[in-house]
């Protein structure tokens, strides 16, 4: 546990109270604590156990996190043998914060059992997008609470439209947008299954950008080896001519060339740009077990 009490302490440093992952023992640096990782919701920390018990007691994680400044700590077990557990170790927790990442505010859910409203290794294509969003239109599939969105935005997109069938993670998205005091305008929220609206989809395009992230496995909604191709497929009628994508996947049982072989498969006229860098608060010993986020250009 030494070894995540250090990581923990180093990392507030960095965060400079903004989020941030503290610890990512999933990333196997720290042989033993596979199963460990903490987040930073400031002014929150969130210790997710990956086990259905402890494997050892967390008091002086706990306590390094409350002498760094941290005002309060959850517990989070979730193990495959149970659903995802939230208990308050230390302090008092809201259940809605607002946070910070890059300067643009973001709302969370420390509480919540599975995802608190903001994945944190996705910072690099968050960063990306609003980069590269000037003047763009901006089509976000599978897009949660619209963080995407907002950086898009915030990069002085022209439009965007966000696709996700989860009308509460939408809700979010609109006050997320309305956090930054961005316009929305011109920021599409459409609560539908894409797989199975695709023409609602395509009257809003073409679009000059494409980011496609959607969830590792969701049986009943969405499986990666049978749907994430069905997306790619289609690609060429949403994009324009020069057009990208940003194809994300999460799954450590897919390596990069698992999606680079489905773009070849269905989307073969997109050429391959580049992979971008892991996040330095995410560090993988094996990177194919990280996230994968690779960009695509649409030939012309």
């Known amino acids: 546990m030494q070894r ?17 992952r503290l610890f990512h023992g999933r990333g196997g640096g720290a042989p033993g604590l596979e199963w460990l990782v ?7 920390a ?16 706990v306590g390094a996190l409350v ?17 995802a557990q939230s208990e308050v170790l230390s302090g008092e927790v809201a259940d ?4 910070e990442e890059a300067g643009l505010k973001y709302q969370v859910r420390p509480l919540q059992n599975q995802n608190s409203g903001l994945f944190l290794d996705m910072r690099p ?10 003047n763009r239109r901006v089509l976000n599939l599978f897009s949660y609470t619209c963080s995407f969105s907002v950086a898009a935005m915030a990069g002085g997109a022209e439009s965007v439209l966000n696709i996700d069938m989860s009308s509460g993670a939408l809700a979010t998205g609109r006050i997320n947008h309305q956090l930054n005091s961005l316009p929305t305008k011109t920021v599409g929220f459409m609560a539908v299954d894409l797989l199975r609206s695709w023409g609602r989809v395509r009257r809003h395009g073409p679009f000059d950008l494409v980011v496609i992230d959607p969830p590792s496995f969701q049986p009943g909604s969405f499986v990666a080896e049978r749907d994430y191709r069905k997306v790619l497929r289609r690609l060429d009628e949403f994009v324009a001519g020069g057009g990208q994508v940003l194809a994300c996947h999460n799954d450590p049982a897919h390596s990069e060339q ?12 997109f050429s391959f740009r580049q992979r971008l860098a892991q996040a330095e ?8 077990n990280g996230l994968k986020v690779l960009l695509y250009q649409k030939d012309m």
Do not use: C, N
Request: no cysteine; glycine share 8%.
């Open 281 to 288: 608060d995410f560090p993988e010993m094996d990177a194919e």
């Open 4 to 20: 995540a009490v250090e990581s923990v302490i180093e990392q507030l440093e960095l965060a400079s109270g903004q989020v941030r």
């Open 96 to 99: 809605k914060l607002v946070v």
């Open 46 to 61: 969130v210790i997710r156990a990956y086990t259905d018990e402890l494997p050892e007691p967390v008091d002086s994680l």
């Open 125 to 134: 294509g968050r960063d990306w997008v609003r980069e590269h969003a000037q």
């Open 258 to 269: 698992f999606l680079r072989e489905l773009m070849e498969q269905e989307a073969p006229g």
């Open 38 to 44: 903490v987040d930073y919701l400031p002014p929150v």
């Open 67 to 83: 002498g760094a400044g941290v005002e309060a700590v959850v517990l989070q077990l979730r193990g495959r043998g149970r659903s």
